[in-house]
C-alpha cells in the first residue's frame, strides 16, 4: 500500500513537492494511511478523516468532516454550497506556499473531533447499505485528473457514489465504459445523483 501512495506522489511532476510536505504531515499524526478512490485516504478509530489529492490547479486536502472545523484561518471551502453538508476542503496552489503550522492545526482538530465522534448526520435514504464495489480504473483516473471532480464526488452521498462506480463497473467492453464515463462527469461536476441520466428537463 505505501508503494502505491509513493508511486502516486512520484508520478506526479506538477504537485510532487506539495504533496510530500503535507503527507508527512499526516503520517506524523496519528491517522491511519490507506488508498482509497485512487488516492491517499487518512481514517481514525474506523472513520475516513482526511483525503489528499492533486488536481489541475491545486493540490487539496479534504476534509470529511470539514464543517465541524472552527476554521479560525478561513481557508475551508464548500465544494457544493448549498448541497455539501459536511465535506470541506484546504486548496493550495503555487501561489500560496503551505504553512505546516496552520494545515496541522486543522488536521489536529479534525483528528480530536473524530476521536469524540463528532459528525454531521446524513440523511436516512444516504445511510441505506449497498454492496462495496470496486471503484473501476476509468472512473478513478478521471477522478484524479480532472480538476475538482475528487472533491465533488466525495460530496455525494455514499449511495450516489455507489450509482456512478456501478455504472461503469456494469459496462462489459472499454469503448461502453468511456462513453459512459463521458455521459457521468458533468452530472458529478454538477454533484447530482445519476439518475439525472434518464430524467427529461
Known amino acids: 500500500m505505501e508503494d502505491k501512495i509513493k508511486s502516486f506522489i512520484t508520478k506526479n511532476n506538477v504537485w510532487r513537492d506539495e504533496l510530500t510536505i503535507l503527507r508527512a504531515l499526516l503520517l506524523k499524526s496519528e491517522l491511519h494511511e490507506s488508498l482509497k478512490w485512487g488516492m491517499p485516504s487518512y481514517e481514525c478509530n474506523g472513520q475516513n478523516v482526511i ?17 465541524l472545523l472552527s476554521d479560525p484561518h478561513k481557508v475551508l471551502i464548500n465544494a457544493q454550497e448549498g448541497k455539501t ?9 503555487k501561489h500560496e506556499p503551505i504553512d505546516p503550522t496552520i494545515v496541522d492545526g486543522y488536521i489536529q482538530e479534525a483528528i480530536e473531533n473524530a476521536k469524540k465522534g463528532k459528525y454531521i448526520q ?23 485528473s480532472i480538476d475538482n471532480l475528487q472533491e465533488t464526488f466525495s460530496g455525494l452521498t455514499i449511495i450516489q457514489q455507489h450509482d456512478y462506480i456501478a455504472y461503469i463497473a456494469s459496462a462489459k467492453r472499454d469503448t461502453t465504459k468511456a462513453s459512459r464515463l463521458l455521459k457521468i462527469i458533468p452530472l458529478i461536476q454538477a454533484g447530482k445523483p445519476i439518475n439525472n441520466l434518464w430524467t427529461k428537463s
Open 51 to 67: 483525503g489528499l489529492g492533486a488536481f489541475k490547479n491545486h493540490v487539496g486536502l479534504w476534509f470529511h468532516q470539514g464543517a
Open 85 to 93: 453538508k459536511a465535506m470541506r476542503s484546504i486548496r493550495i496552489t
Open 122 to 144: 446524513k440523511t436516512k435514504s444516504s445511510q441505506t447499505k449497498r454492496i462495496p464495489i470496486k471503484m473501476p480504473e476509468e472512473l478513478a483516473k478521471a477522478l484524479a
